[in-house]
């Protein structure tokens, strides 16, 4: 059994090797399972897929700090892995809340954790940017104080769709590594372009999120770039959620059962679920 403590120099060292190592994202006990059994080298979790399973919308704040750690808690009791959390905002908007979100995801045991500069308010989505970089700064300080081998991700969440978007992002993302985070991560990079360039010009490990449409760069692909980590995000919760409404809505709409023909691995996944002793 991996202690927690082994798990996260386990989870520093992969973000030292620079491999685009990959990270899918369980959303229950039975898909870490799956994952596990598949020897995948560390999990995360997903804000999306939790709030999925609950009957919930992502992104709107209806998942608090408590939920989300004792979804993570389990998530960690059920693997020996690595796990990573998604914290969302901090579950507020002052670095005290950050503080607060930092310290109970060390508690549970998460191996590392991120933390968005999104805000909850619709007329300004995203923390000014001094506010920002204070919120990492203090969740740095306090893993510093509480769990040096915690891997803090400092997240941009702003879409990038021109230069003037790329050149916010890149300093925000150069403030954030400036302020100790150990790996920075901006869901908007989607152009290789782009994603050189924040290589380049950003000092700390890079994620990358793979797990969502029209995303055809391969992991091999990444690595020649520089990449450190792919993270999958809510993408298998997507597609998992997806094809159970689409099986759904043709036994209604059709009256016969061929959907079940076209599932794929139907019976596989069984191999690594616990059984009685």
């Given at each position: 059994?991996?202690?927690?403590?082994?798990?996260?120099?386990?989870?520093?060292?992969?973000?030292?090797?620079?491999?685009?190592f990959l990270m899918p994202n369980?959303?229950?006990i039975g898909t870490t399972r799956i994952l596990e059994g598949l020897r995948f080298e560390a999990l995360a979790t997903t804000s999306a897929g939790f709030a999925f399973t609950n009957g919930l919308k992502d992104a709107e704040g209806l998942i608090t700090r408590d939920?989300?750690?004792t979804h993570a808690q389990t998530i960690i009791g059920a693997s020996t892995l690595p796990v990573n959390g998604d914290l969302e905002n901090g579950f507020g908007d002052s670095p005290d809340d950050v503080v607060e979100?930092?310290?109970?995801?060390?508690?549970?045991?998460?191996s590392g954790g991120s933390i968005e500069d999104f805000s909850p308010d619709p007329l300004h989505p995203y923390y000014e940017f001094d506010l920002a970089v204070e919120r990492i700064k203090a969740a740095v300080?306090?893993?510093n104080r509480l769990a040096p081998d915690f891997v803090l991700t400092a997240r941009s969440e702003a879409p990038v769709r021109s230069e003037e978007n790329l050149r916010d992002t890149i300093k925000r993302l150069q403030a954030f590594a400036d302020a100790g985070a150990d790996c920075v991560y901006a869901p908007g990079l989607i152009e290789k372009q782009h994603?050189?360039?924040?290589i380049a010009e950003v000092s700390a490990?890079?994620?990358?999120?793979?797990?969502?449409?029209?995303?055809?760069?391969?992991?091999?692909?990444?690595?020649d770039m520089g990449v450190t980590r792919v993270s999958i995000g809510g993408g298998l919760a997507r597609i998992a959620?997806?094809?159970?409404?689409?099986?759904?809505?043709?036994?209604?709409?059709?009256?016969?059962?061929?959907?079940f023909d076209r599932e794929e691995g139907m019976e596989d996944f069984d191999l690594f679920m616990k059984g009685r002793l």
């Open positions: 059994m991996q202690t927690i403590e082994t798990r996260r120099t386990r989870f520093k060292a992969l973000h030292a090797e620079r491999r685009a369980p959303y229950n939920m989300a750690l979100t930092i310290r109970g995801a060390i508690e549970v045991g998460l300080d306090a893993r994603i050189e360039t924040v490990p890079l994620n990358v999120l793979a797990g969502r449409k029209n995303f055809h760069m391969t992991r091999k692909e990444l690595e959620f997806g094809a159970f409404t689409a099986a759904a809505e043709s036994l209604k709409d059709s009256g016969s059962f061929g959907c």
